[in-house]
């Protein structure tokens, strides 16, 4: 027989160990299983990544090495994707080309969220006078076009990569700021928020080990569909003539190039294009799979 009824009343309850809980790898590793195109998305990346540091080692031909005799050949095994106006190798190009549409994407992007979220936290957390005059150039930048915004930057500063970075910096820092202000709104009236100022913490202690930490999930999404918009900025500004300059091998005046061969040779526009295409569509899946780990409200 077993103990008596008493006896079982009072023995102590067993505690069950408390399940670890889901740490931002896990969120994210859950929702992209979930998501096929996001992993698409990841894996396109991470080839791009790979093409970016390994091109001098992989790229058929030199891409600023000019051959009048071989200009404007098609598509055949020596050139795979054939060549353009001034006989260059179109598919080393293009494998070039990467580098410069991934800094352009990642450089400008990290530095309109590195000011945005400064602004954001400053703006959301004062109040008040500070506030208003951010909140205010805010707007005055956002009620720019931002392409015509960007091209007033770089007919200003001169057309090349460095500036590239500053204009695309200029135009997107503004949203960034409106959104992470929003949330320290929410955030500076939260209990260890109000029990930090209680304890004396400092305000910069505070805004950099309180209220960053809780926007970073909602910063690491806009990052990742920043990139995408920064490089179609970059392909625009470019193929517009106030971008990247002959000879490098950017994607967008690669595609402005070749538009006046597009009925005798359509591949020199088509193929930087699909390659556009490709890393954008890339970028935005990865995005999306982001969003669903990390925003709170895709959540189950």
Known sequence: MGPPVEAL?????TELPAEPADTLLDDIGHAFRNNRLAIVGLGVVGCLMLV???VPWISPHDPF??????RLLAPSWSHWLGTDKFGRDLLTRILYGTRISLMVGLVPSLLSMLIGTLM???SGFYGGKTDFAIMRLADVMIAFPSLLLAMVVMYTLGASLINIFIALSVVGWA???RVVRSQTLSLRTKEFVEAAHANGVRRPVIMLRHIFPNVLPTLIVLFSLGIPEAIMWESTLSFLGVGAQPPTPSWGL???NGKAFLFSAPWVAIAP???ILITVLAFNFMGDGLRDALDPYMKD
Request: cysteine-free; proline content about 4%; glycine content about 12%.
């Open 273 to 275: 294009g699909v390659a």
């Open 52 to 54: 970016a540091l390994l």
């Open 65 to 70: 090495q000019v051959d009048l005799d071989q």
């Open 9 to 13: 009343e009072t023995m102590p309850e």
């Open 120 to 122: 954001g936290i400053v």
């Open 175 to 177: 949203g960034i700021a």
């Open 254 to 256: 690669l595609v402005a």
